[in-house]
């Protein structure tokens, strides 16, 4: 099995799924493990060979990304005469390099590929949300898991600890109340409530949000990066036409995402909002060292941005 890919939470999982698929088949599987990045010649044959006793055997080959003039010849060799009893997984984090690793496993015939990337689009972080409370057994309300994501970011390994820690300490169907509960500070002084404020043309409570958000760490930067990319996909839903599932699977959101979308809309102008995105980048370029006061330009974006809409 090959496991590509920079998410390292997923990538462990698959590796954790085939261990214990494996070892539900063979209790006496032998788990043993190779460092590519600091691999000597001939110890994937070393692992491979029988045992002693004849037990199964499952092999996790990790740092296959660093350079590996020992490890490919080795594991092209392997691969040439694999063992019955042995299941080998590489595990290549992503890069350039390994590159000839990556060949020689994916050519194998009998590779089972499970790619691991890191999940950039919010859609993807709220399913992985949903999956962590089906695989639970408990639901979690749509805007609970937005709350969530908003509070946590996209650190899949603190956002799986804290759907475990609502399992946990909760009861029934996780609600907005709920991860208030338990992020609240999080949840109230983050970009994206900065953003919702904004949108909705709230010039005192973005202004509020904004201040609680410099004031608890929250440099300028991302904060900028969350109002943009709200705006560009304010821009996205507002060029698109057609019922809002249809809309949702064309952009990689989530149906609710487009209508609650669909519904800021009405109190921007399609100029309001190219002139607002136009604002940001200038503001971009201020707070990453074009400007004298990072903090001063980005409510000076927020105050504008809020008068731009209609009310």
Do not use: N
């Amino acid at each position: 099995m090959l496991v590509t890919g920079t998410e390292q939470v997923l990538a462990e999982r698959a590796v954790a799924r085939v261990t214990a698929l494996q070892r539900a088949e063979h209790p006496e599987l032998e788990v043993v493990g190779v460092d590519a990045t600091s691999y000597e010649g001939g110890a994937l044959e070393a692992v491979a060979s029988p045992s002693l006793f004849g037990e199964p055997r499952l092999a996790v080959v990790t740092g296959a990304e660093a350079p590996a003039e020992r490890f490919e010849p080795d594991l092209r060799a392997y691969l040439a005469a694999p063992a019955d009893d042995v299941v080998l997984v590489v595990r290549h984090a992503g890069g350039s390099g390994g590159r000839k690793v990556l060949e020689v496993a994916r050519a194998h015939a009998g590779a089972v590929l499970v790619d691991c990337p890191p999940l950039k689009k919010d859609a993807e972080k709220l399913e992985f949300v949903g999956l962590e409370f089906e695989a639970a057994r408990r639901r979690i309300a749509a805007p609970a898991a937005r709350a969530l994501v908003d509070a946590v970011g996209s650190d899949l390994r603190e956002l799986s600890a804290s759907c475990a820690q609502l399992v946990a300490d909760t009861s029934g169907t996780v609600e907005v109340e709920d991860v208030t509960r338990y992020y609240g500070g999080r949840v109230e002084a983050t970009g994206f409530r900065v953003a919702d404020a904004v949108v909705a043309g709230h010039r005192a409570e973005a202004l509020a949000l904004l201040r609680q958000a410099v004031a608890t760490g929250l440099d300028p930067v991302p904060i900028v990066a969350v109002l943009a990319a709200r705006l560009r996909q304010m821009v996205l839903v507002g060029g698109s036409r057609g019922r809002g599932d249809e809309v949702a699977k064309a952009l990689g959101m989530a149906p609710w995402m487009v209508d609650r979308t669909r519904r800021e809309l009405r109190g921007w102008t399609p100029g309001a909002l190219g002139a607002g995105i136009v604002l940001l980048a200038e503001t971009d370029a201020a707070v990453k060292g074009g400007g004298r006061d990072p903090v001063y330009a980005l409510e000076r974006a927020v105050l504008a941005l809020c008068d731009a809409h209609e009310r």
